[in-house]
C-alpha cells in the first residue's frame, strides 16, 4: 500500500509513536518508536525502537511479523494507526543518527507544549537501537472525532 | 520487586495519556491511547470504555489486554497485563469515573462530547516498571503527606468561630497559611437558583466576592451537584486547546452585571472539594496551584475533613444568628443631608447599582434593597436575620440555612469598593445601615 501525500505530510510533524504487538499465545504488548522514517521501499516505514527498553516489542515481530504502529501528533491529537507486516533490522548509523534528531525534535515540541524534560526522560530513549520495517497494508484514522477508526490512505 | 496499584498512584491522575494495545483472534495487535485509568482495589483497574470500535471488539474477542501507564510526577512507564472482567454502566464507581472525565473533558473543551457510556473493569495479573535511562528518584515518593497537625489546629480554629464570616475566613487562613493552598476560594450553594457565589477567598489579586459559578460542566458546580471532590493535576492541555478556564478575562462589572471569579491563571493543579453538612451540599471549597499533580488524595482527604467540619460549623451558626431577636437602637446617624446617594434597583435581577457602579444581584441585592427601604420608610438602620428572614415583603426563597451567609456576602461586597453605604455587624444576627449620605432608592423593571 502507498502511502499519500497527505499522511506522508503528517510523518513530517514531531509525532509520538507507539507499536503495537502479540505474542504467539495472543498476549498484546506495547512499545515506543523513536522515529519512524520513510523505508527504501515504497509502502514501508522504518520505526526506529530501542530493543533494551522493549524487548517484548523485538520477540513478538520476529515470531510473528505483525505490528501495529499508532503515530500522534501531541499538539493538535490527530493520530493515524498503520498496521502490517514487520521485520527487524539492525540499525545502521544513519537511522541512528534520525533517531537521535527524532529525540531532539519531539523533545523540543513537548517543552513547548508544557511537558517539563524530566517527565519525557524515561520514554525518549533509543539505547540498542532496531528498526522494525513495516509494510503498510492498513490505515485508519485515530483522530478523536467523527471519522475515527476509519481507514485512510490508499493506493497511488 | 513487586509493584501494587497503590504505589502507582501518580498513574490514575490522567495526566499523561495511558496506552491500551490489544490483538484480535487472528493475532492482529491493535494500540491506541486511552483517556481514563482508575484504581479499583489492589487488583482492578477500570478504563472508560471510549475506546476505538476495534480495540473493544479485541477486548470482547481476546480478554488478554496490555495496558501502559505514565506517572505524571516523573515519567516512569509502567506496564500492565490486564484481563477483561466485566463492564459497568451505574453504581458509584461508574460515578466516580464518569464525574473524573466530565470535569477533565470540560477542561479541554470537550463537555458534552465524552460522555462515558459504560466502564470497563479488567483484573490486573501482573505489573512491571518500564527499564529507563532516566533512574531519577520518584517526586512523589520523596513528598510528605498532608500534615495532620496542621489540619487538627485548623480544625481547633474553626471550632473556636462562632459566626459564618470567622468560620470561613479562619477556613481560607488555614487552607493558605496550614496546608499551603496558593490560593482558596469558598462558594456557598443556592439551591434555588443552582448557582454557587464567592463568600471569601485568598491568594489572588482581587477577591471577586458575589462572583458566581452555574455551568454545570465545571470542575467546582460538578463537585457541588454530585457532592464528589473533582481534581485537575495538569491544566497544559486545557491551555493548549485554548479553553477560557472559567472567567479567563476581567468582565466589565458596570456592563455585565457580573463580577470576574477569583482564580490563577496560570494555575496547573485544582481541586473542587464539597461542604456538606447534614447531608447537603452547603458550597465547595476551590483550591488552586501552580504546581502539576499539587493534590494528591492525602491532600484532598485533608481539605475534604475541613469543608465538612466548616459546613457543619456555617450551618450551626446560621441557627444561633437566628435567635437574636432584638435590636438595641444604635446611635442616630447623622447623614449628609446635602449628598443624596442614587441607587437603582433593577427588578428582573435584582441587582443593585450605587451611582453608576454594579454592587450585587439575586437575593442579596433584594436584601439590600430592602434595608434601605426599611430605613427610609421607618427611619431604622438596625435589624436582625430573624425579621428580615420573616418579611413577607422580600419574596425570599428558603433562607432560613443561609441569610446569614447572604448577608456576609453583601457586607463584603459593600466593603470590597469605596462604597458609601456598608453593612455593620453587630452582634450575632444583627446588622446596621451605615450610609454616607441620604439614599434615595429607584426600582425599574
Keep these: 500500500m502507498q502511502l499519500d501525500q497527505g499522511v506522508k505530510q503528517f510523518l513530517k510533524q514531531p509525532l509520538m509513536i507507539i507499536m503495537g504487538t502479540a505474542d504467539r499465545a495472543g498476549r498484546p504488548s506495547i512499545g515506543r518508536a523513536m522515529g519512524v522514517f520513510d523505508s527504501e521501499m515504497d509502502g514501508h516505514l522504518d520505526p526506529v525502537f530501542s530493543i533494551w527498553q522493549w524487548p517484548d516489542t523485538a520477540g513478538n515481530i520476529r515470531d510473528t511479523g505483525r505490528l501495529a504502529v499508532t503515530l500522534a501528533n501531541p499538539s493538535s491529537y490527530a493520530s493515524y494507526q498503520m498496521k502490517g507486516k514487520a521485520w527487524l533490522q539492525h540499525a545502521k548509523p544513519e537511522d541512528i543518527a534520525r533517531s537521535d534528531g527524532y529525540i531532539e525534535a519531539i523533545d523540543a515540541e513537548l517543552q513547548r507544549l508544557g511537558v517539563p524534560p524530566k517527565l519525557t526522560l524515561p520514554w525518549l530513549c533509543n539505547r540498542e537501537p532496531l528498526v522494525a520495517t513495516l509494510n503498510v497494508s492498513e490505515i485508519y484514522v485515530q483522530t478523536p472525532g467523527p471519522r475515527a477508526g476509519m481507514a485512510a490512505g490508499h493506493a497511488q | ?445
Excluded: W
Design chain 2, 1 to 445: 520487586m513487586t509493584i501494587r496499584l497503590a504505589d502507582l498512584q501518580g498513574c490514575f491522575e490522567g495526566v499523561i495519556p495511558s496506552i491500551i494495545s490489544t490483538a484480535a483472534a487472528d493475532g492482529t495487535p491493535n494500540i491506541s491511547y486511552l483517556s481514563h485509568v482508575a484504581m479499583v482495589d489492589d487488583s482492578h483497574i477500570a478504563l472508560s470504555n471510549q475506546f476505538f470500535a476495534k480495540t473493544a471488539a479485541n477486548i470482547r474477542a481476546n480478554p488478554l489486554v496490555t495496558l501502559m501507564l505514565v506517572d505524571g510526577n516523573d515519567g516512569t512507564q509502567y506496564v500492565l497485563d490486564i484481563r477483561f472482567e466485566r463492564s459497568i454502566d451505574d453504581g458509584p464507581l461508574f460515578e466516580r469515573i464518569a464525574l473524573q472525565l466530565r470535569a477533565t473533558s470540560a477542561q479541554i473543551g470537550m463537555a458534552g462530547i465524552m460522555r462515558l457510556k459504560s466502564a470497563d473493569i479488567f483484573e490486573v495479573l501482573f505489573a512491571r516498571r518500564v527499564p529507563s535511562n532516566a533512574e531519577l528518584e520518584s517526586e512523589a515518593s520523596g513528598r510528605r503527606p498532608a500534615n495532620l497537625a496542621a489540619v487538627g489546629r485548623v480544625s481547633e480554629s474553626i471550632s473556636n468561630e462562632t459566626e459564618a464570616s470567622g468560620i470561613i475566613d479562619t477556613l481560607l487562613d488555614g487552607l493558605h497559611r496550614e496546608l499551603g493552598c496558593e490560593s482558596a476560594v469558598v462558594l456557598l450553594h443556592d439551591a434555588d437558583c443552582g448557582v454557587l457565589t464567592t463568600v471569601g477567598s485568598i491568594g489572588h489579586e482581587a477577591a471577586g466576592l458575589g462572583s458566581e459559578v452555574q455551568n454545570k460542566d465545571n470542575l467546582i458546580a460538578s463537585a457541588a451537584a454530585h457532592g464528589r471532590s473533582i481534581k485537575i493535576s495538569d491544566l497544559s492541555r486545557a491551555r493548549r486547546f485554548g479553553e477560557a478556564i472559567l472567567n479567563e478575562s476581567r468582565p466589565d462589572e458596570n456592563a455585565g452585571r457580573s463580577i470576574a471569579f477569583p482564580h490563577l491563571s496560570d494555575a496547573m493543579s485544582q481541586l473542587a472539594v464539597p461542604m456538606i453538612a447534614q447531608g447537603r451540599v452547603r458550597g465547595v471549597i476551590f483550591v488552586e496551584s501552580r504546581e502539576r499533580m499539587a493534590f494528591r488524595d492525602d491532600d484532598v482527604a485533608a481539605v475534604e475533613l475541613l469543608a465538612r467540619h466548616a459546613a457543619s460549623a456555617i450551618a450551626l451558626s446560621e441557627r444561633d444568628a437566628d435567635e437574636a431577636s432584638t435590636v438595641s437602637a444604635s446611635v442616630p446617624l447623622q447623614l449628609a443631608q446635602s449628598v443624596t446617594i442614587q441607587i437603582i434597583h433593577h427588578a428582573f435581577d435584582d441587582s443593585i447599582f450605587i451611582g453608576n457602579d454594579y454592587v450585587i444581584k439575586g437575593v442579596a441585592g433584594r436584601l439590600l434593597a430592602f434595608l434601605i427601604d426599611r430605613y427610609l420608610k421607618e427611619g431604622r438602620r438596625d435589624f436582625t436575620n430573624r425579621e428580615i428572614r420573616l418579611s413577607e415583603s422580600l419574596r425570599l426563597p428558603d433562607l432560613k440555612d443561609n441569610l446569614e451567609t447572604r448577608l456576609l456576602l453583601l457586607r463584603r461586597r459593600l466593603d470590597s469598593k469605596p462604597f458609601p453605604i456598608r453593612l455593620i455587624h453587630t452582634g450575632r444576627g444583627k446588622i446596621t445601615l451605615d450610609m454616607d449620605g441620604m439614599p434615595a432608592i429607584r426600582t425599574v423593571e
